[in-house]
């Protein structure tokens, strides 16, 4: 019989955000799955797991999801886990999550943190109806292109951005939406957690001068 993959949430920034079950799968797998090992260590030895890990980034996933699968094919039960939050959002976990249900292993979830839905439940901007993008594209024109689709669905929109592209990504915001409300959060759950809601316009002027650190979450 074929092992489990688990799909285990662990905390976005403050070590105590992980639930009893996630600290209980950890401990009684055979194998952690981690974007890095390193990262990830420092939770394990918070809370006193010594399971065995291995590294599984995007560079890697599909040498290492040949072989995540020979593990599970097995018998041993392997959890999935990233360097913040849920798996398989803006990460490589979808690799190995698709080709173990196409081979008939079984998936189980372990929920818990995540940063989107984290920003957006305290951004104020409407949340029954949302989309959420991740990074758009690094190259301008296109990135308007991709902005000017999401002000047409009118939808409350969910972006990740990197601290070197993060002022692009606000004046490509103020070109398309216009001087809308933005939220911007960073550090969430964190000691240096910041949160910022203002103008485009706004914004824009105060990262020119404070300059952006860690990744954003941007709702617009």
């Given at each position: 019989m074929a092992g489990t993959l688990y799909i285990v949430a662990t905390p976005i920034g403050n070590l105590a955000d992980i639930t009893l079950r996630a600290i209980e799968t950890l401990k009684s797998v055979d194998l952690i799955a981690c974007e890095d090992t390193r990262h990830t260590k420092i939770l394990l030895d918070k809370y006193g797991i010594y399971t065995p890990t291995t590294s599984y980034f995007e560079y890697n996933k599909v040498q290492k999801s040949d072989y995540l699968l020979k593990v599970m094919k097995e018998g041993k039960s392997v959890a999935l886990v990233s360097d913040a939050g849920t798996p398989g959002i803006s990460d490589p976990g979808y690799k190995i999550i698709r080709l173990s249900l196409d081979n008939n292993v079984p998936v189980i979830p372990i929920p818990g943190p995540s940063g989107l839905v984290t920003?957006?439940?305290?951004?104020?901007?409407?949340?029954?109806?949302?989309?959420?993008?991740?990074?758009?594209?690094?190259?301008?024109?296109?990135?308007?292109?991709?902005?000017?689709?999401?002000?047409?669905?009118?939808?409350?929109?969910?972006?990740y951005e990197s601290p070197h592209r993060f002022l692009k990504l606000l004046e490509d915001i103020l070109e398309v939406y216009g001087d809308i409300e933005v939220v911007v959060a960073r550090e969430l759950t964190k000691k240096f957690e910041e949160v910022k809601r203002d103008k485009a316009a706004e914004l824009i002027k105060y990262f020119e001068i404070t300059k952006p650190r860690g990744e954003f979450i941007v709702i617009i």
């Amino acid at each position: 019989m074929a092992g489990t993959l688990y799909i285990v949430a662990t905390p976005i920034g403050n070590l105590a955000d992980i639930t009893l079950r996630a600290i209980e799968t950890l401990k009684s797998v055979d194998l952690i799955a981690c974007e890095d090992t390193r990262h990830t260590k420092i939770l394990l030895d918070k809370y006193g797991i010594y399971t065995p890990t291995t590294s599984y980034f995007e560079y890697n996933k599909v040498q290492k999801s040949d072989y995540l699968l020979k593990v599970m094919k097995e018998g041993k039960s392997v959890a999935l886990v990233s360097d913040a939050g849920t798996p398989g959002i803006s990460d490589p976990g979808y690799k190995i999550i698709r080709l173990s249900l196409d081979n008939n292993v079984p998936v189980i979830p372990i929920p818990g943190p995540s940063g989107l839905v984290t920003a957006l439940t305290m951004s104020g901007k409407p949340t029954d109806s949302f989309t959420f993008e991740g990074f758009l594209s690094n190259k301008s024109a296109r990135r308007k292109n991709q902005l000017k689709k999401l002000k047409e669905e009118g939808r409350t929109a969910v972006l990740y951005e990197s601290p070197h592209r993060f002022l692009k990504l606000l004046e490509d915001i103020l070109e398309v939406y216009g001087d809308i409300e933005v939220v911007v959060a960073r550090e969430l759950t964190k000691k240096f957690e910041e949160v910022k809601r203002d103008k485009a316009a706004e914004l824009i002027k105060y990262f020119e001068i404070t300059k952006p650190r860690g990744e954003f979450i941007v709702i617009i």
